[in-house]
């Protein structure tokens, strides 16, 4: 039991420093340090508000529109920025995988702990300075438990297809480059720009078919009491779990034929 205690401290203690080691290699460089990842959330959210409002689109459902776009684009960017680093931890970490107490997984865990906390915090601060600053008009979480659902359920889908996608480029080393473009696609089918009820009953329907749509509309309605449920969460644990197993059957797979 005391050795299980220990084995366990290790490894929590090597992902700490993990993501100490992943902040700094992210920011380390920039001159805002940081900051830096708040500015390119403001910019690409203040992006998306500039669009919406060119193309004369009302917040819909009575959700302010820099909360809902602050909820899209912080749901898509724990999605994409989870797959993208999961899938190439073992291309680009070599050198920490020769350690014995790392493993694959710590860093993965690792990344996406960064990945979420640094995405969470810059939704904060830019829904406060908008508030403070006028420009919002309520500040508030109408339902937390569904919001940290939300933020954890679209990080575990983008850890689950990392992992997929980890084992398809041992044999298929171009789909990380196919993947990129794949995703700029998926962006703008996603919800992060618009609402489902945009569309038609029915061609709304097939977009719900995207779990991260559904995410994202999941931390919608977590922030607004107006905003409708466009969300399963049936059909999502439906699509995550077996995701997530076959995920980490990938990853130990893997890391077996990789590291051996």
Not at 1 to 11: K, L, P
Not at 148 to 169: K, M, Q, R, Y
Request: proline letters at 4%; charged letters at 10%.
């Amino acid at each position: 039991m005391v050795a299980q205690i220990s084995s366990f401290t290790i490894q929590c203690r090597a992902i700490a420093a993990l993501m100490l080691f992943e902040i700094h290699t992210l920011y380390g460089d920039a001159r805002l340090g940081y900051i830096w990842a708040l500015v390119k959330t403001a910019f690409g959210v203040l992006a998306l508000l500039l669009l919406r409002i060119f193309a004369h689109a009302r917040a819909p459902h009575g959700i302010p529109s820099i909360t809902f776009l602050v909820m899209g684009f912080m749901i898509w960017q724990i999605f994409s920025q989870t797959l993208n680093k999961t899938m190439t931890v073992i291309r680009n970490n070599k050198n920490f995988l020769t350690f014995p107490q790392i493993t694959p997984l710590d860093i993965i865990i690792a990344r996406t702990l960064v990945i979420i906390a640094t995405e969470v915090l810059c939704a904060v601060i830019l829904l406060c300075s908008f508030y403070l600053c006028g420009v919002l008009p309520v500040l508030q979480i109408s339902d937390i438990l569904l919001m940290l659902s939300s933020i954890f359920g679209a990080a575990c889908f983008g850890l689950s297809c990392g992992c997929i996608f980890l084992l398809i480029g041992r044999y298929f080393p171009a789909i990380v480059r196919i993947i990129p473009i794949f995703l700029r696609i998926l962006f703008f089918a996603s919800g992060v720009f618009f609402s489902v009820s945009t569309f038609s009953h029915r061609f709304g329907q097939w977009l719900l078919y995207n779990p991260v749509m559904q995410f994202i509309e999941m931390a919608r309605t977590a922030a607004s009491q107006s905003y409708p449920v466009y969300y399963d969460s049936t059909y999502l644990m439906m699509v995550l779990l077996p995701l997530l197993t076959i995920g980490f059957l990938f990853e130990r797979y893997v890391r077996k034929y990789e590291l051996t």
